[in-house]
């Protein structure tokens, strides 16, 4: 009877958010290998089997929870790069709303890149997620440099990459810590941002 109770709750259908917000609660506390299904079911106030009738294990809840953070991602872009009226403010406009997501959104950062990745990116909806966020930064190259595709695409793939690894790198040293520690009382990571992105990453003559 009171496990009837502890679930009456959720018939509207929104125990899987509640489980997915816990879960970030805990990776927040323990880390991404510090807790369980039961753990998340527990402080979720169901049953050790309710977390199954959404998530068939550890690893579905975190690609769900990856999804989430994508589309956050992708949706922060967007609004940033319709405020732009040409590319090259919106190469600097992206690589500064990326690193501010990962500032603001640690937990979803982490579980986006670094939670156990190559289960999490062999599942099709995290990957057409990641796609559709980094789709922004790609579309931004083809405006800003319409040579590069042209032969075998590597300079294309090459400025991508040098984009993505730039602002993905500032984020995740000033996220881990040794970034943010070095520059304490020096440096604001906004400062850093504009110090980074005001550099001419891609070099079009060449």
């Known amino acids: 009877m009171a496990e009837t109770g502890r679930t009456d709750k959720?018939?509207?259908?929104?125990?899987?958010?509640?489980?997915?917000n816990n879960c970030l609660k805990m990776i927040e506390e323990k880390g991404v290998s510090g807790f369980?299904?039961?753990e998340v079911a527990r402080i979720s106030g169901v049953s050790p089997a309710a977390p199954y009738h959404h998530f068939k294990n550890k690893t579905e809840l975190l690609a769900a929870v990856a999804v989430m953070g994508f589309k956050m991602l992708d949706e922060a872009q967007r609004k940033e790069t319709e405020k732009c009226d040409n590319p090259g403010a919106?190469?600097?406009v992206l690589g500064r709303s990326y690193v501010m997501f990962a500032v603001n959104h640690k937990v979803y950062f982490h579980v986006?890149?670094?939670?156990n990745p190559e289960p999490l990116w062999e599942n099709t909806q995290v990957m057409n997620a990641a796609?559709?966020?980094?789709?922004h930064l790609e579309n931004t190259i083809r405006e800003l440099y319409p040579e590069a595709e042209k032969g075998n695409g590597n300079h294309f793939k090459a400025a991508v990459l040098t984009c993505w690894s730039m602002v993905h790198g500032l984020a995740s040293l000033w996220v881990d810590g040794p970034l943010r520690a070095a520059e304490s009382g020096k440096l604001e990571i906004e400062k850093l941002i504009d110090l980074i992105l005001g550099q001419d990453i891609i070099h079009r003559g060449s």
């Open 36 to 38: 369980t299904l039961r």
């Open 112 to 115: 986006m890149f670094r939670a």
């Open 10 to 20: 959720y018939h509207h259908g929104d125990l899987r958010q509640t489980l997915m």
């Open 131 to 135: 796609k559709q966020a980094l789709s």
């Open 90 to 92: 919106k190469l600097k």
